[in-house]
Each structure stands twice: as C-alpha cells, then as structure tokens.
C-alpha cells in the first residue's frame, strides 16, 4: 500500500525560508515529485527526486533519503505568489503517482 | 514543455445528465493517461489509468460503469460521467505521461469543475 504524510498548513513571511516535509510509505518506490497547486488549477511540476540528496533549483530545493522514506521541499526567498498548495506524491514501480493531501503555504508581508 | 489541453474547463449539468471530458497531449504521444478528482481542500485521488489501444484500469471503489474512459489514440483520452448527480460534483483532472523524458514526468490538463444540479 501507499501511506503520504505532509503537514496541512504553513505560514510565513515574504523573504522567509519554509521547509515542507513529506513522509511516504510506498510499494517498490520509484521516484518523488512535488507539485504546486493554485486553488482551482491544475498542479504544476515542481521537482523530481529518485537518488538521495538534495536538487537545486533556483529558489526551490528537494531533498531525498529513501531509506528514511522522507523527502522536504525547501522554497527560500518567499514571494506572495508562492502562497498556495504544495504536493508531495510518490511513484510506484507499476507508474501510478500517489499524491499527500497537500500542504497550504500561506505567505504573509 | 510539453502540454496536456483538457476541455471543458467547467461544466454545469442536471442530474441524470452525462458528461464528456476531453483529455489531449498537443506535442508529444502519451500511451498513458491518468484521471483524477479532487474535492476542495483534499488530495488529488487517482480514478484510473487509461492505457491506448486497451481498457482502462480502474482504482478500488471507483464504478466504471459509471465512469467511462476511452483512449482511442495516443493523443486523445476522454472520461464520460454518466448519470451524474450531484455527489459528482468535483474538479476532474487529467494528467499524460510523456516517456520521451527520463524522469517521466506527468503533465496535468487545466482541469474540469463538474456541478451537477
């Protein structure tokens, strides 16, 4: 089965750092995405880890150990158009993408 | 990048209606589709995979008599929600899978919000 774990809301200010974590259980994993989601739109591609460590891009950083079953999302230099939900999903071997139920950042001013 | 159109973006129906949903991949050929909803606030929950050419696979708890997918072509997958009511009120949406990229990453379509009255 597949279990993800993310917490459901975080608030901030703008110019902060926020870290969202994401645990997951997953039948022969194969890769951890995040997506962003606007309320009322499709979600948007984020990043893409499958080795441990950290990827870099831009102001946004995914950080992955499999081992630990554990993944964060690291948005640095927050702007107002980053409020908005974050998703955490986990990709099993036969390809199906199960996603956490999101977490509402909120950037303040 | 690569782009998933789905149309409608939203719909409004009466109950006992059925509705259409179209999925496409513009620029790249997707032998999987994916379809999802999502009521407000919650997780994207995965309804079925849709593979060209064959039928689809549905998750536990989802009525495909209810919800017919069809993915006649490697561009083209199209979810009929038949006799709607208003518990099926719920944003739709698809997703591609385009394998030409090594991370295989998912597109998603704009989405569609179903109201059933």
């Known amino acids: 089965g597949q279990n993800i774990d993310q917490p459901t809301e975080m608030t901030a200010t703008e110019g902060a750092i926020v870290q969202i974590n994401c645990t997951y259980q997953?039948?022969?994993?194969?890769?951890l995405f995040w997506y962003q989601q606007h309320a009322g739109e499709a979600p948007t591609f984020l990043s893409y880890?499958?080795?441990?460590g950290l990827e870099e891009k831009g102001r946004f950083s995914s950080f992955l150990s499999r081992s630990k079953g554990y993944s964060y999302l690291l948005l640095k230099e927050l702007q107002m158009k980053d409020s908005a939900s974050y998703l955490c999903a986990a990709r099993s071997s036969w390809g199906k993408l199960q996603f956490g139920a999101g977490t509402q950042v909120v950037v303040t001013p | 990048g690569a782009v998933v159109s789905q149309h409608p973006s939203w719909v409004i129906c009466k109950s006992g209606t059925s509705v259409k949903i179209e999925c496409r991949s513009l620029?790249?050929?997707?032998?999987?589709m994916f379809w999802y909803r999502q009521f407000p606030k919650q997780s994207l929950m995965l309804m079925a995979t849709s593979n060209e050419g064959s039928k689809a696979t549905y998750e536990q708890g989802v009525e495909k008599d209810k919800f017919l997918i069809n993915h006649a072509s490697l561009t083209l997958s199209t979810l009929t929600v038949t006799s709607a009511h208003p518990e099926d009120s719920s944003f739709y949406i698809c997703?591609?899978?385009?394998?030409?990229?090594?991370?295989?990453?998912?597109?998603f379509g704009s989405g569609t919000q179903l109201s059933v009255l």
């Open positions: 620029d790249f050929q997707a032998t999987t």
């Open positions: 997953t039948s022969g994993f194969n890769g």
């Open positions: 880890n499958v080795l441990d």
């Open positions: 997703s591609a899978r385009d394998r030409s990229r090594v991370e295989e990453k998912l597109f």
